[in-house]
């Protein structure tokens, strides 16, 4: 079964306007964390965003925000006033395990469109 | 953020020849580094995870001999393709934890595109 769903393969969203990119999960474990990773087509993988297990108020940075429904087990990543510059590949990741066998695991990615 | 060196971006090499790849934590101590793999239009694929000082966890159907890991130090792991073949080419890329600290996410190398010709 798959631990990271990323149901959208690609998306476009205009300039200056929002974006929310899906992210469902699935694991026993009552501690792990979710990511977000943005990779240009230059390769590199630049962190976005954390939200941990038990955090109880949904993570932000910047124009990052992560909606996080833990009944749900969805991670969503919300994109405010998209920018050129974010077109880009995204990956939901999660880290789940215990101190020593931490292990992160990505979904399949989503490829965001900004479009002037 | 914490940085990650990988080394090198790019490197073409001939069938049968082994490659070394190298990846470095420059500003913190990484306990566990992980390895991936990523073909075209392709998610990360995990296929090690080093912690420094022991022998690596293999992902299952990921040839131990073949992909060779070492962590010999905080700052260093390398990972070594041997008999490198065509089958070999792909997109390679460490993260790097410091779990014993207050670093949460996993840092990543720029990646390393094998071509093996």
């Known amino acids: 079964a798959q631990k990271i769903t990323q149901t959208q393969p690609g998306m476009f969203v205009q300039e200056k306007e929002a974006v929310t990119l899906d992210c469902t999960y699935d694991t026993s474990d009552p501690s792990y964390g979710l990511f977000w990773y943005k990779q240009p087509s230059s390769g590199e993988m630049i962190f976005l965003i954390y939200q941990g297990s038990y955090d109880q108020q949904n993570a932000t940075e910047g124009r990052y925000s992560l909606n996080f429904q833990k009944a749900r087990k969805s991670a969503n990543l919300v994109i405010s006033a998209s920018q050129l510059g974010d077109s880009a590949m995204y990956f939901c990741a999660m880290r789940e395990g215990t101190s020593g066998t931490y292990k992160y695991i990505f979904g399949t990615g989503t490829r965001l469109k900004v479009l002037a | 953020g914490a940085v990650v060196s990988q080394h090198p971006s790019r490197v073409i090499c001939k069938s049968g020849t082994s490659v070394k790849i190298e990846c470095r934590s420059l500003d913190f101590q990484a306990t566990t580094m992980f390895w991936y793999r990523q073909f075209p239009k392709q998610s990360l694929m995990l296929m090690a995870t080093?912690?420094?000082?022991?022998?690596?966890?293999?992902e299952q159907g990921v040839e131990k001999d073949k992909f060779l890991i070492n962590h010999a130090s905080l700052t260093l792991s390398t990972l070594t393709v041997t008999s490198a073949h065509p089958e070999d080419s792909s997109f390679y890329i460490c993260?790097?934890?410091?779990?014993?600290?207050?670093?949460?996410?996993?840092?990543f190398g720029q990646g390393t595109r094998l071509t093996v010709v």
């Open positions: 993260s790097a934890t410091d779990l014993g600290g207050v670093v949460t996410e996993a840092f």
């Open positions: 080093s912690n420094e000082g022991s022998k690596a966890t293999y």
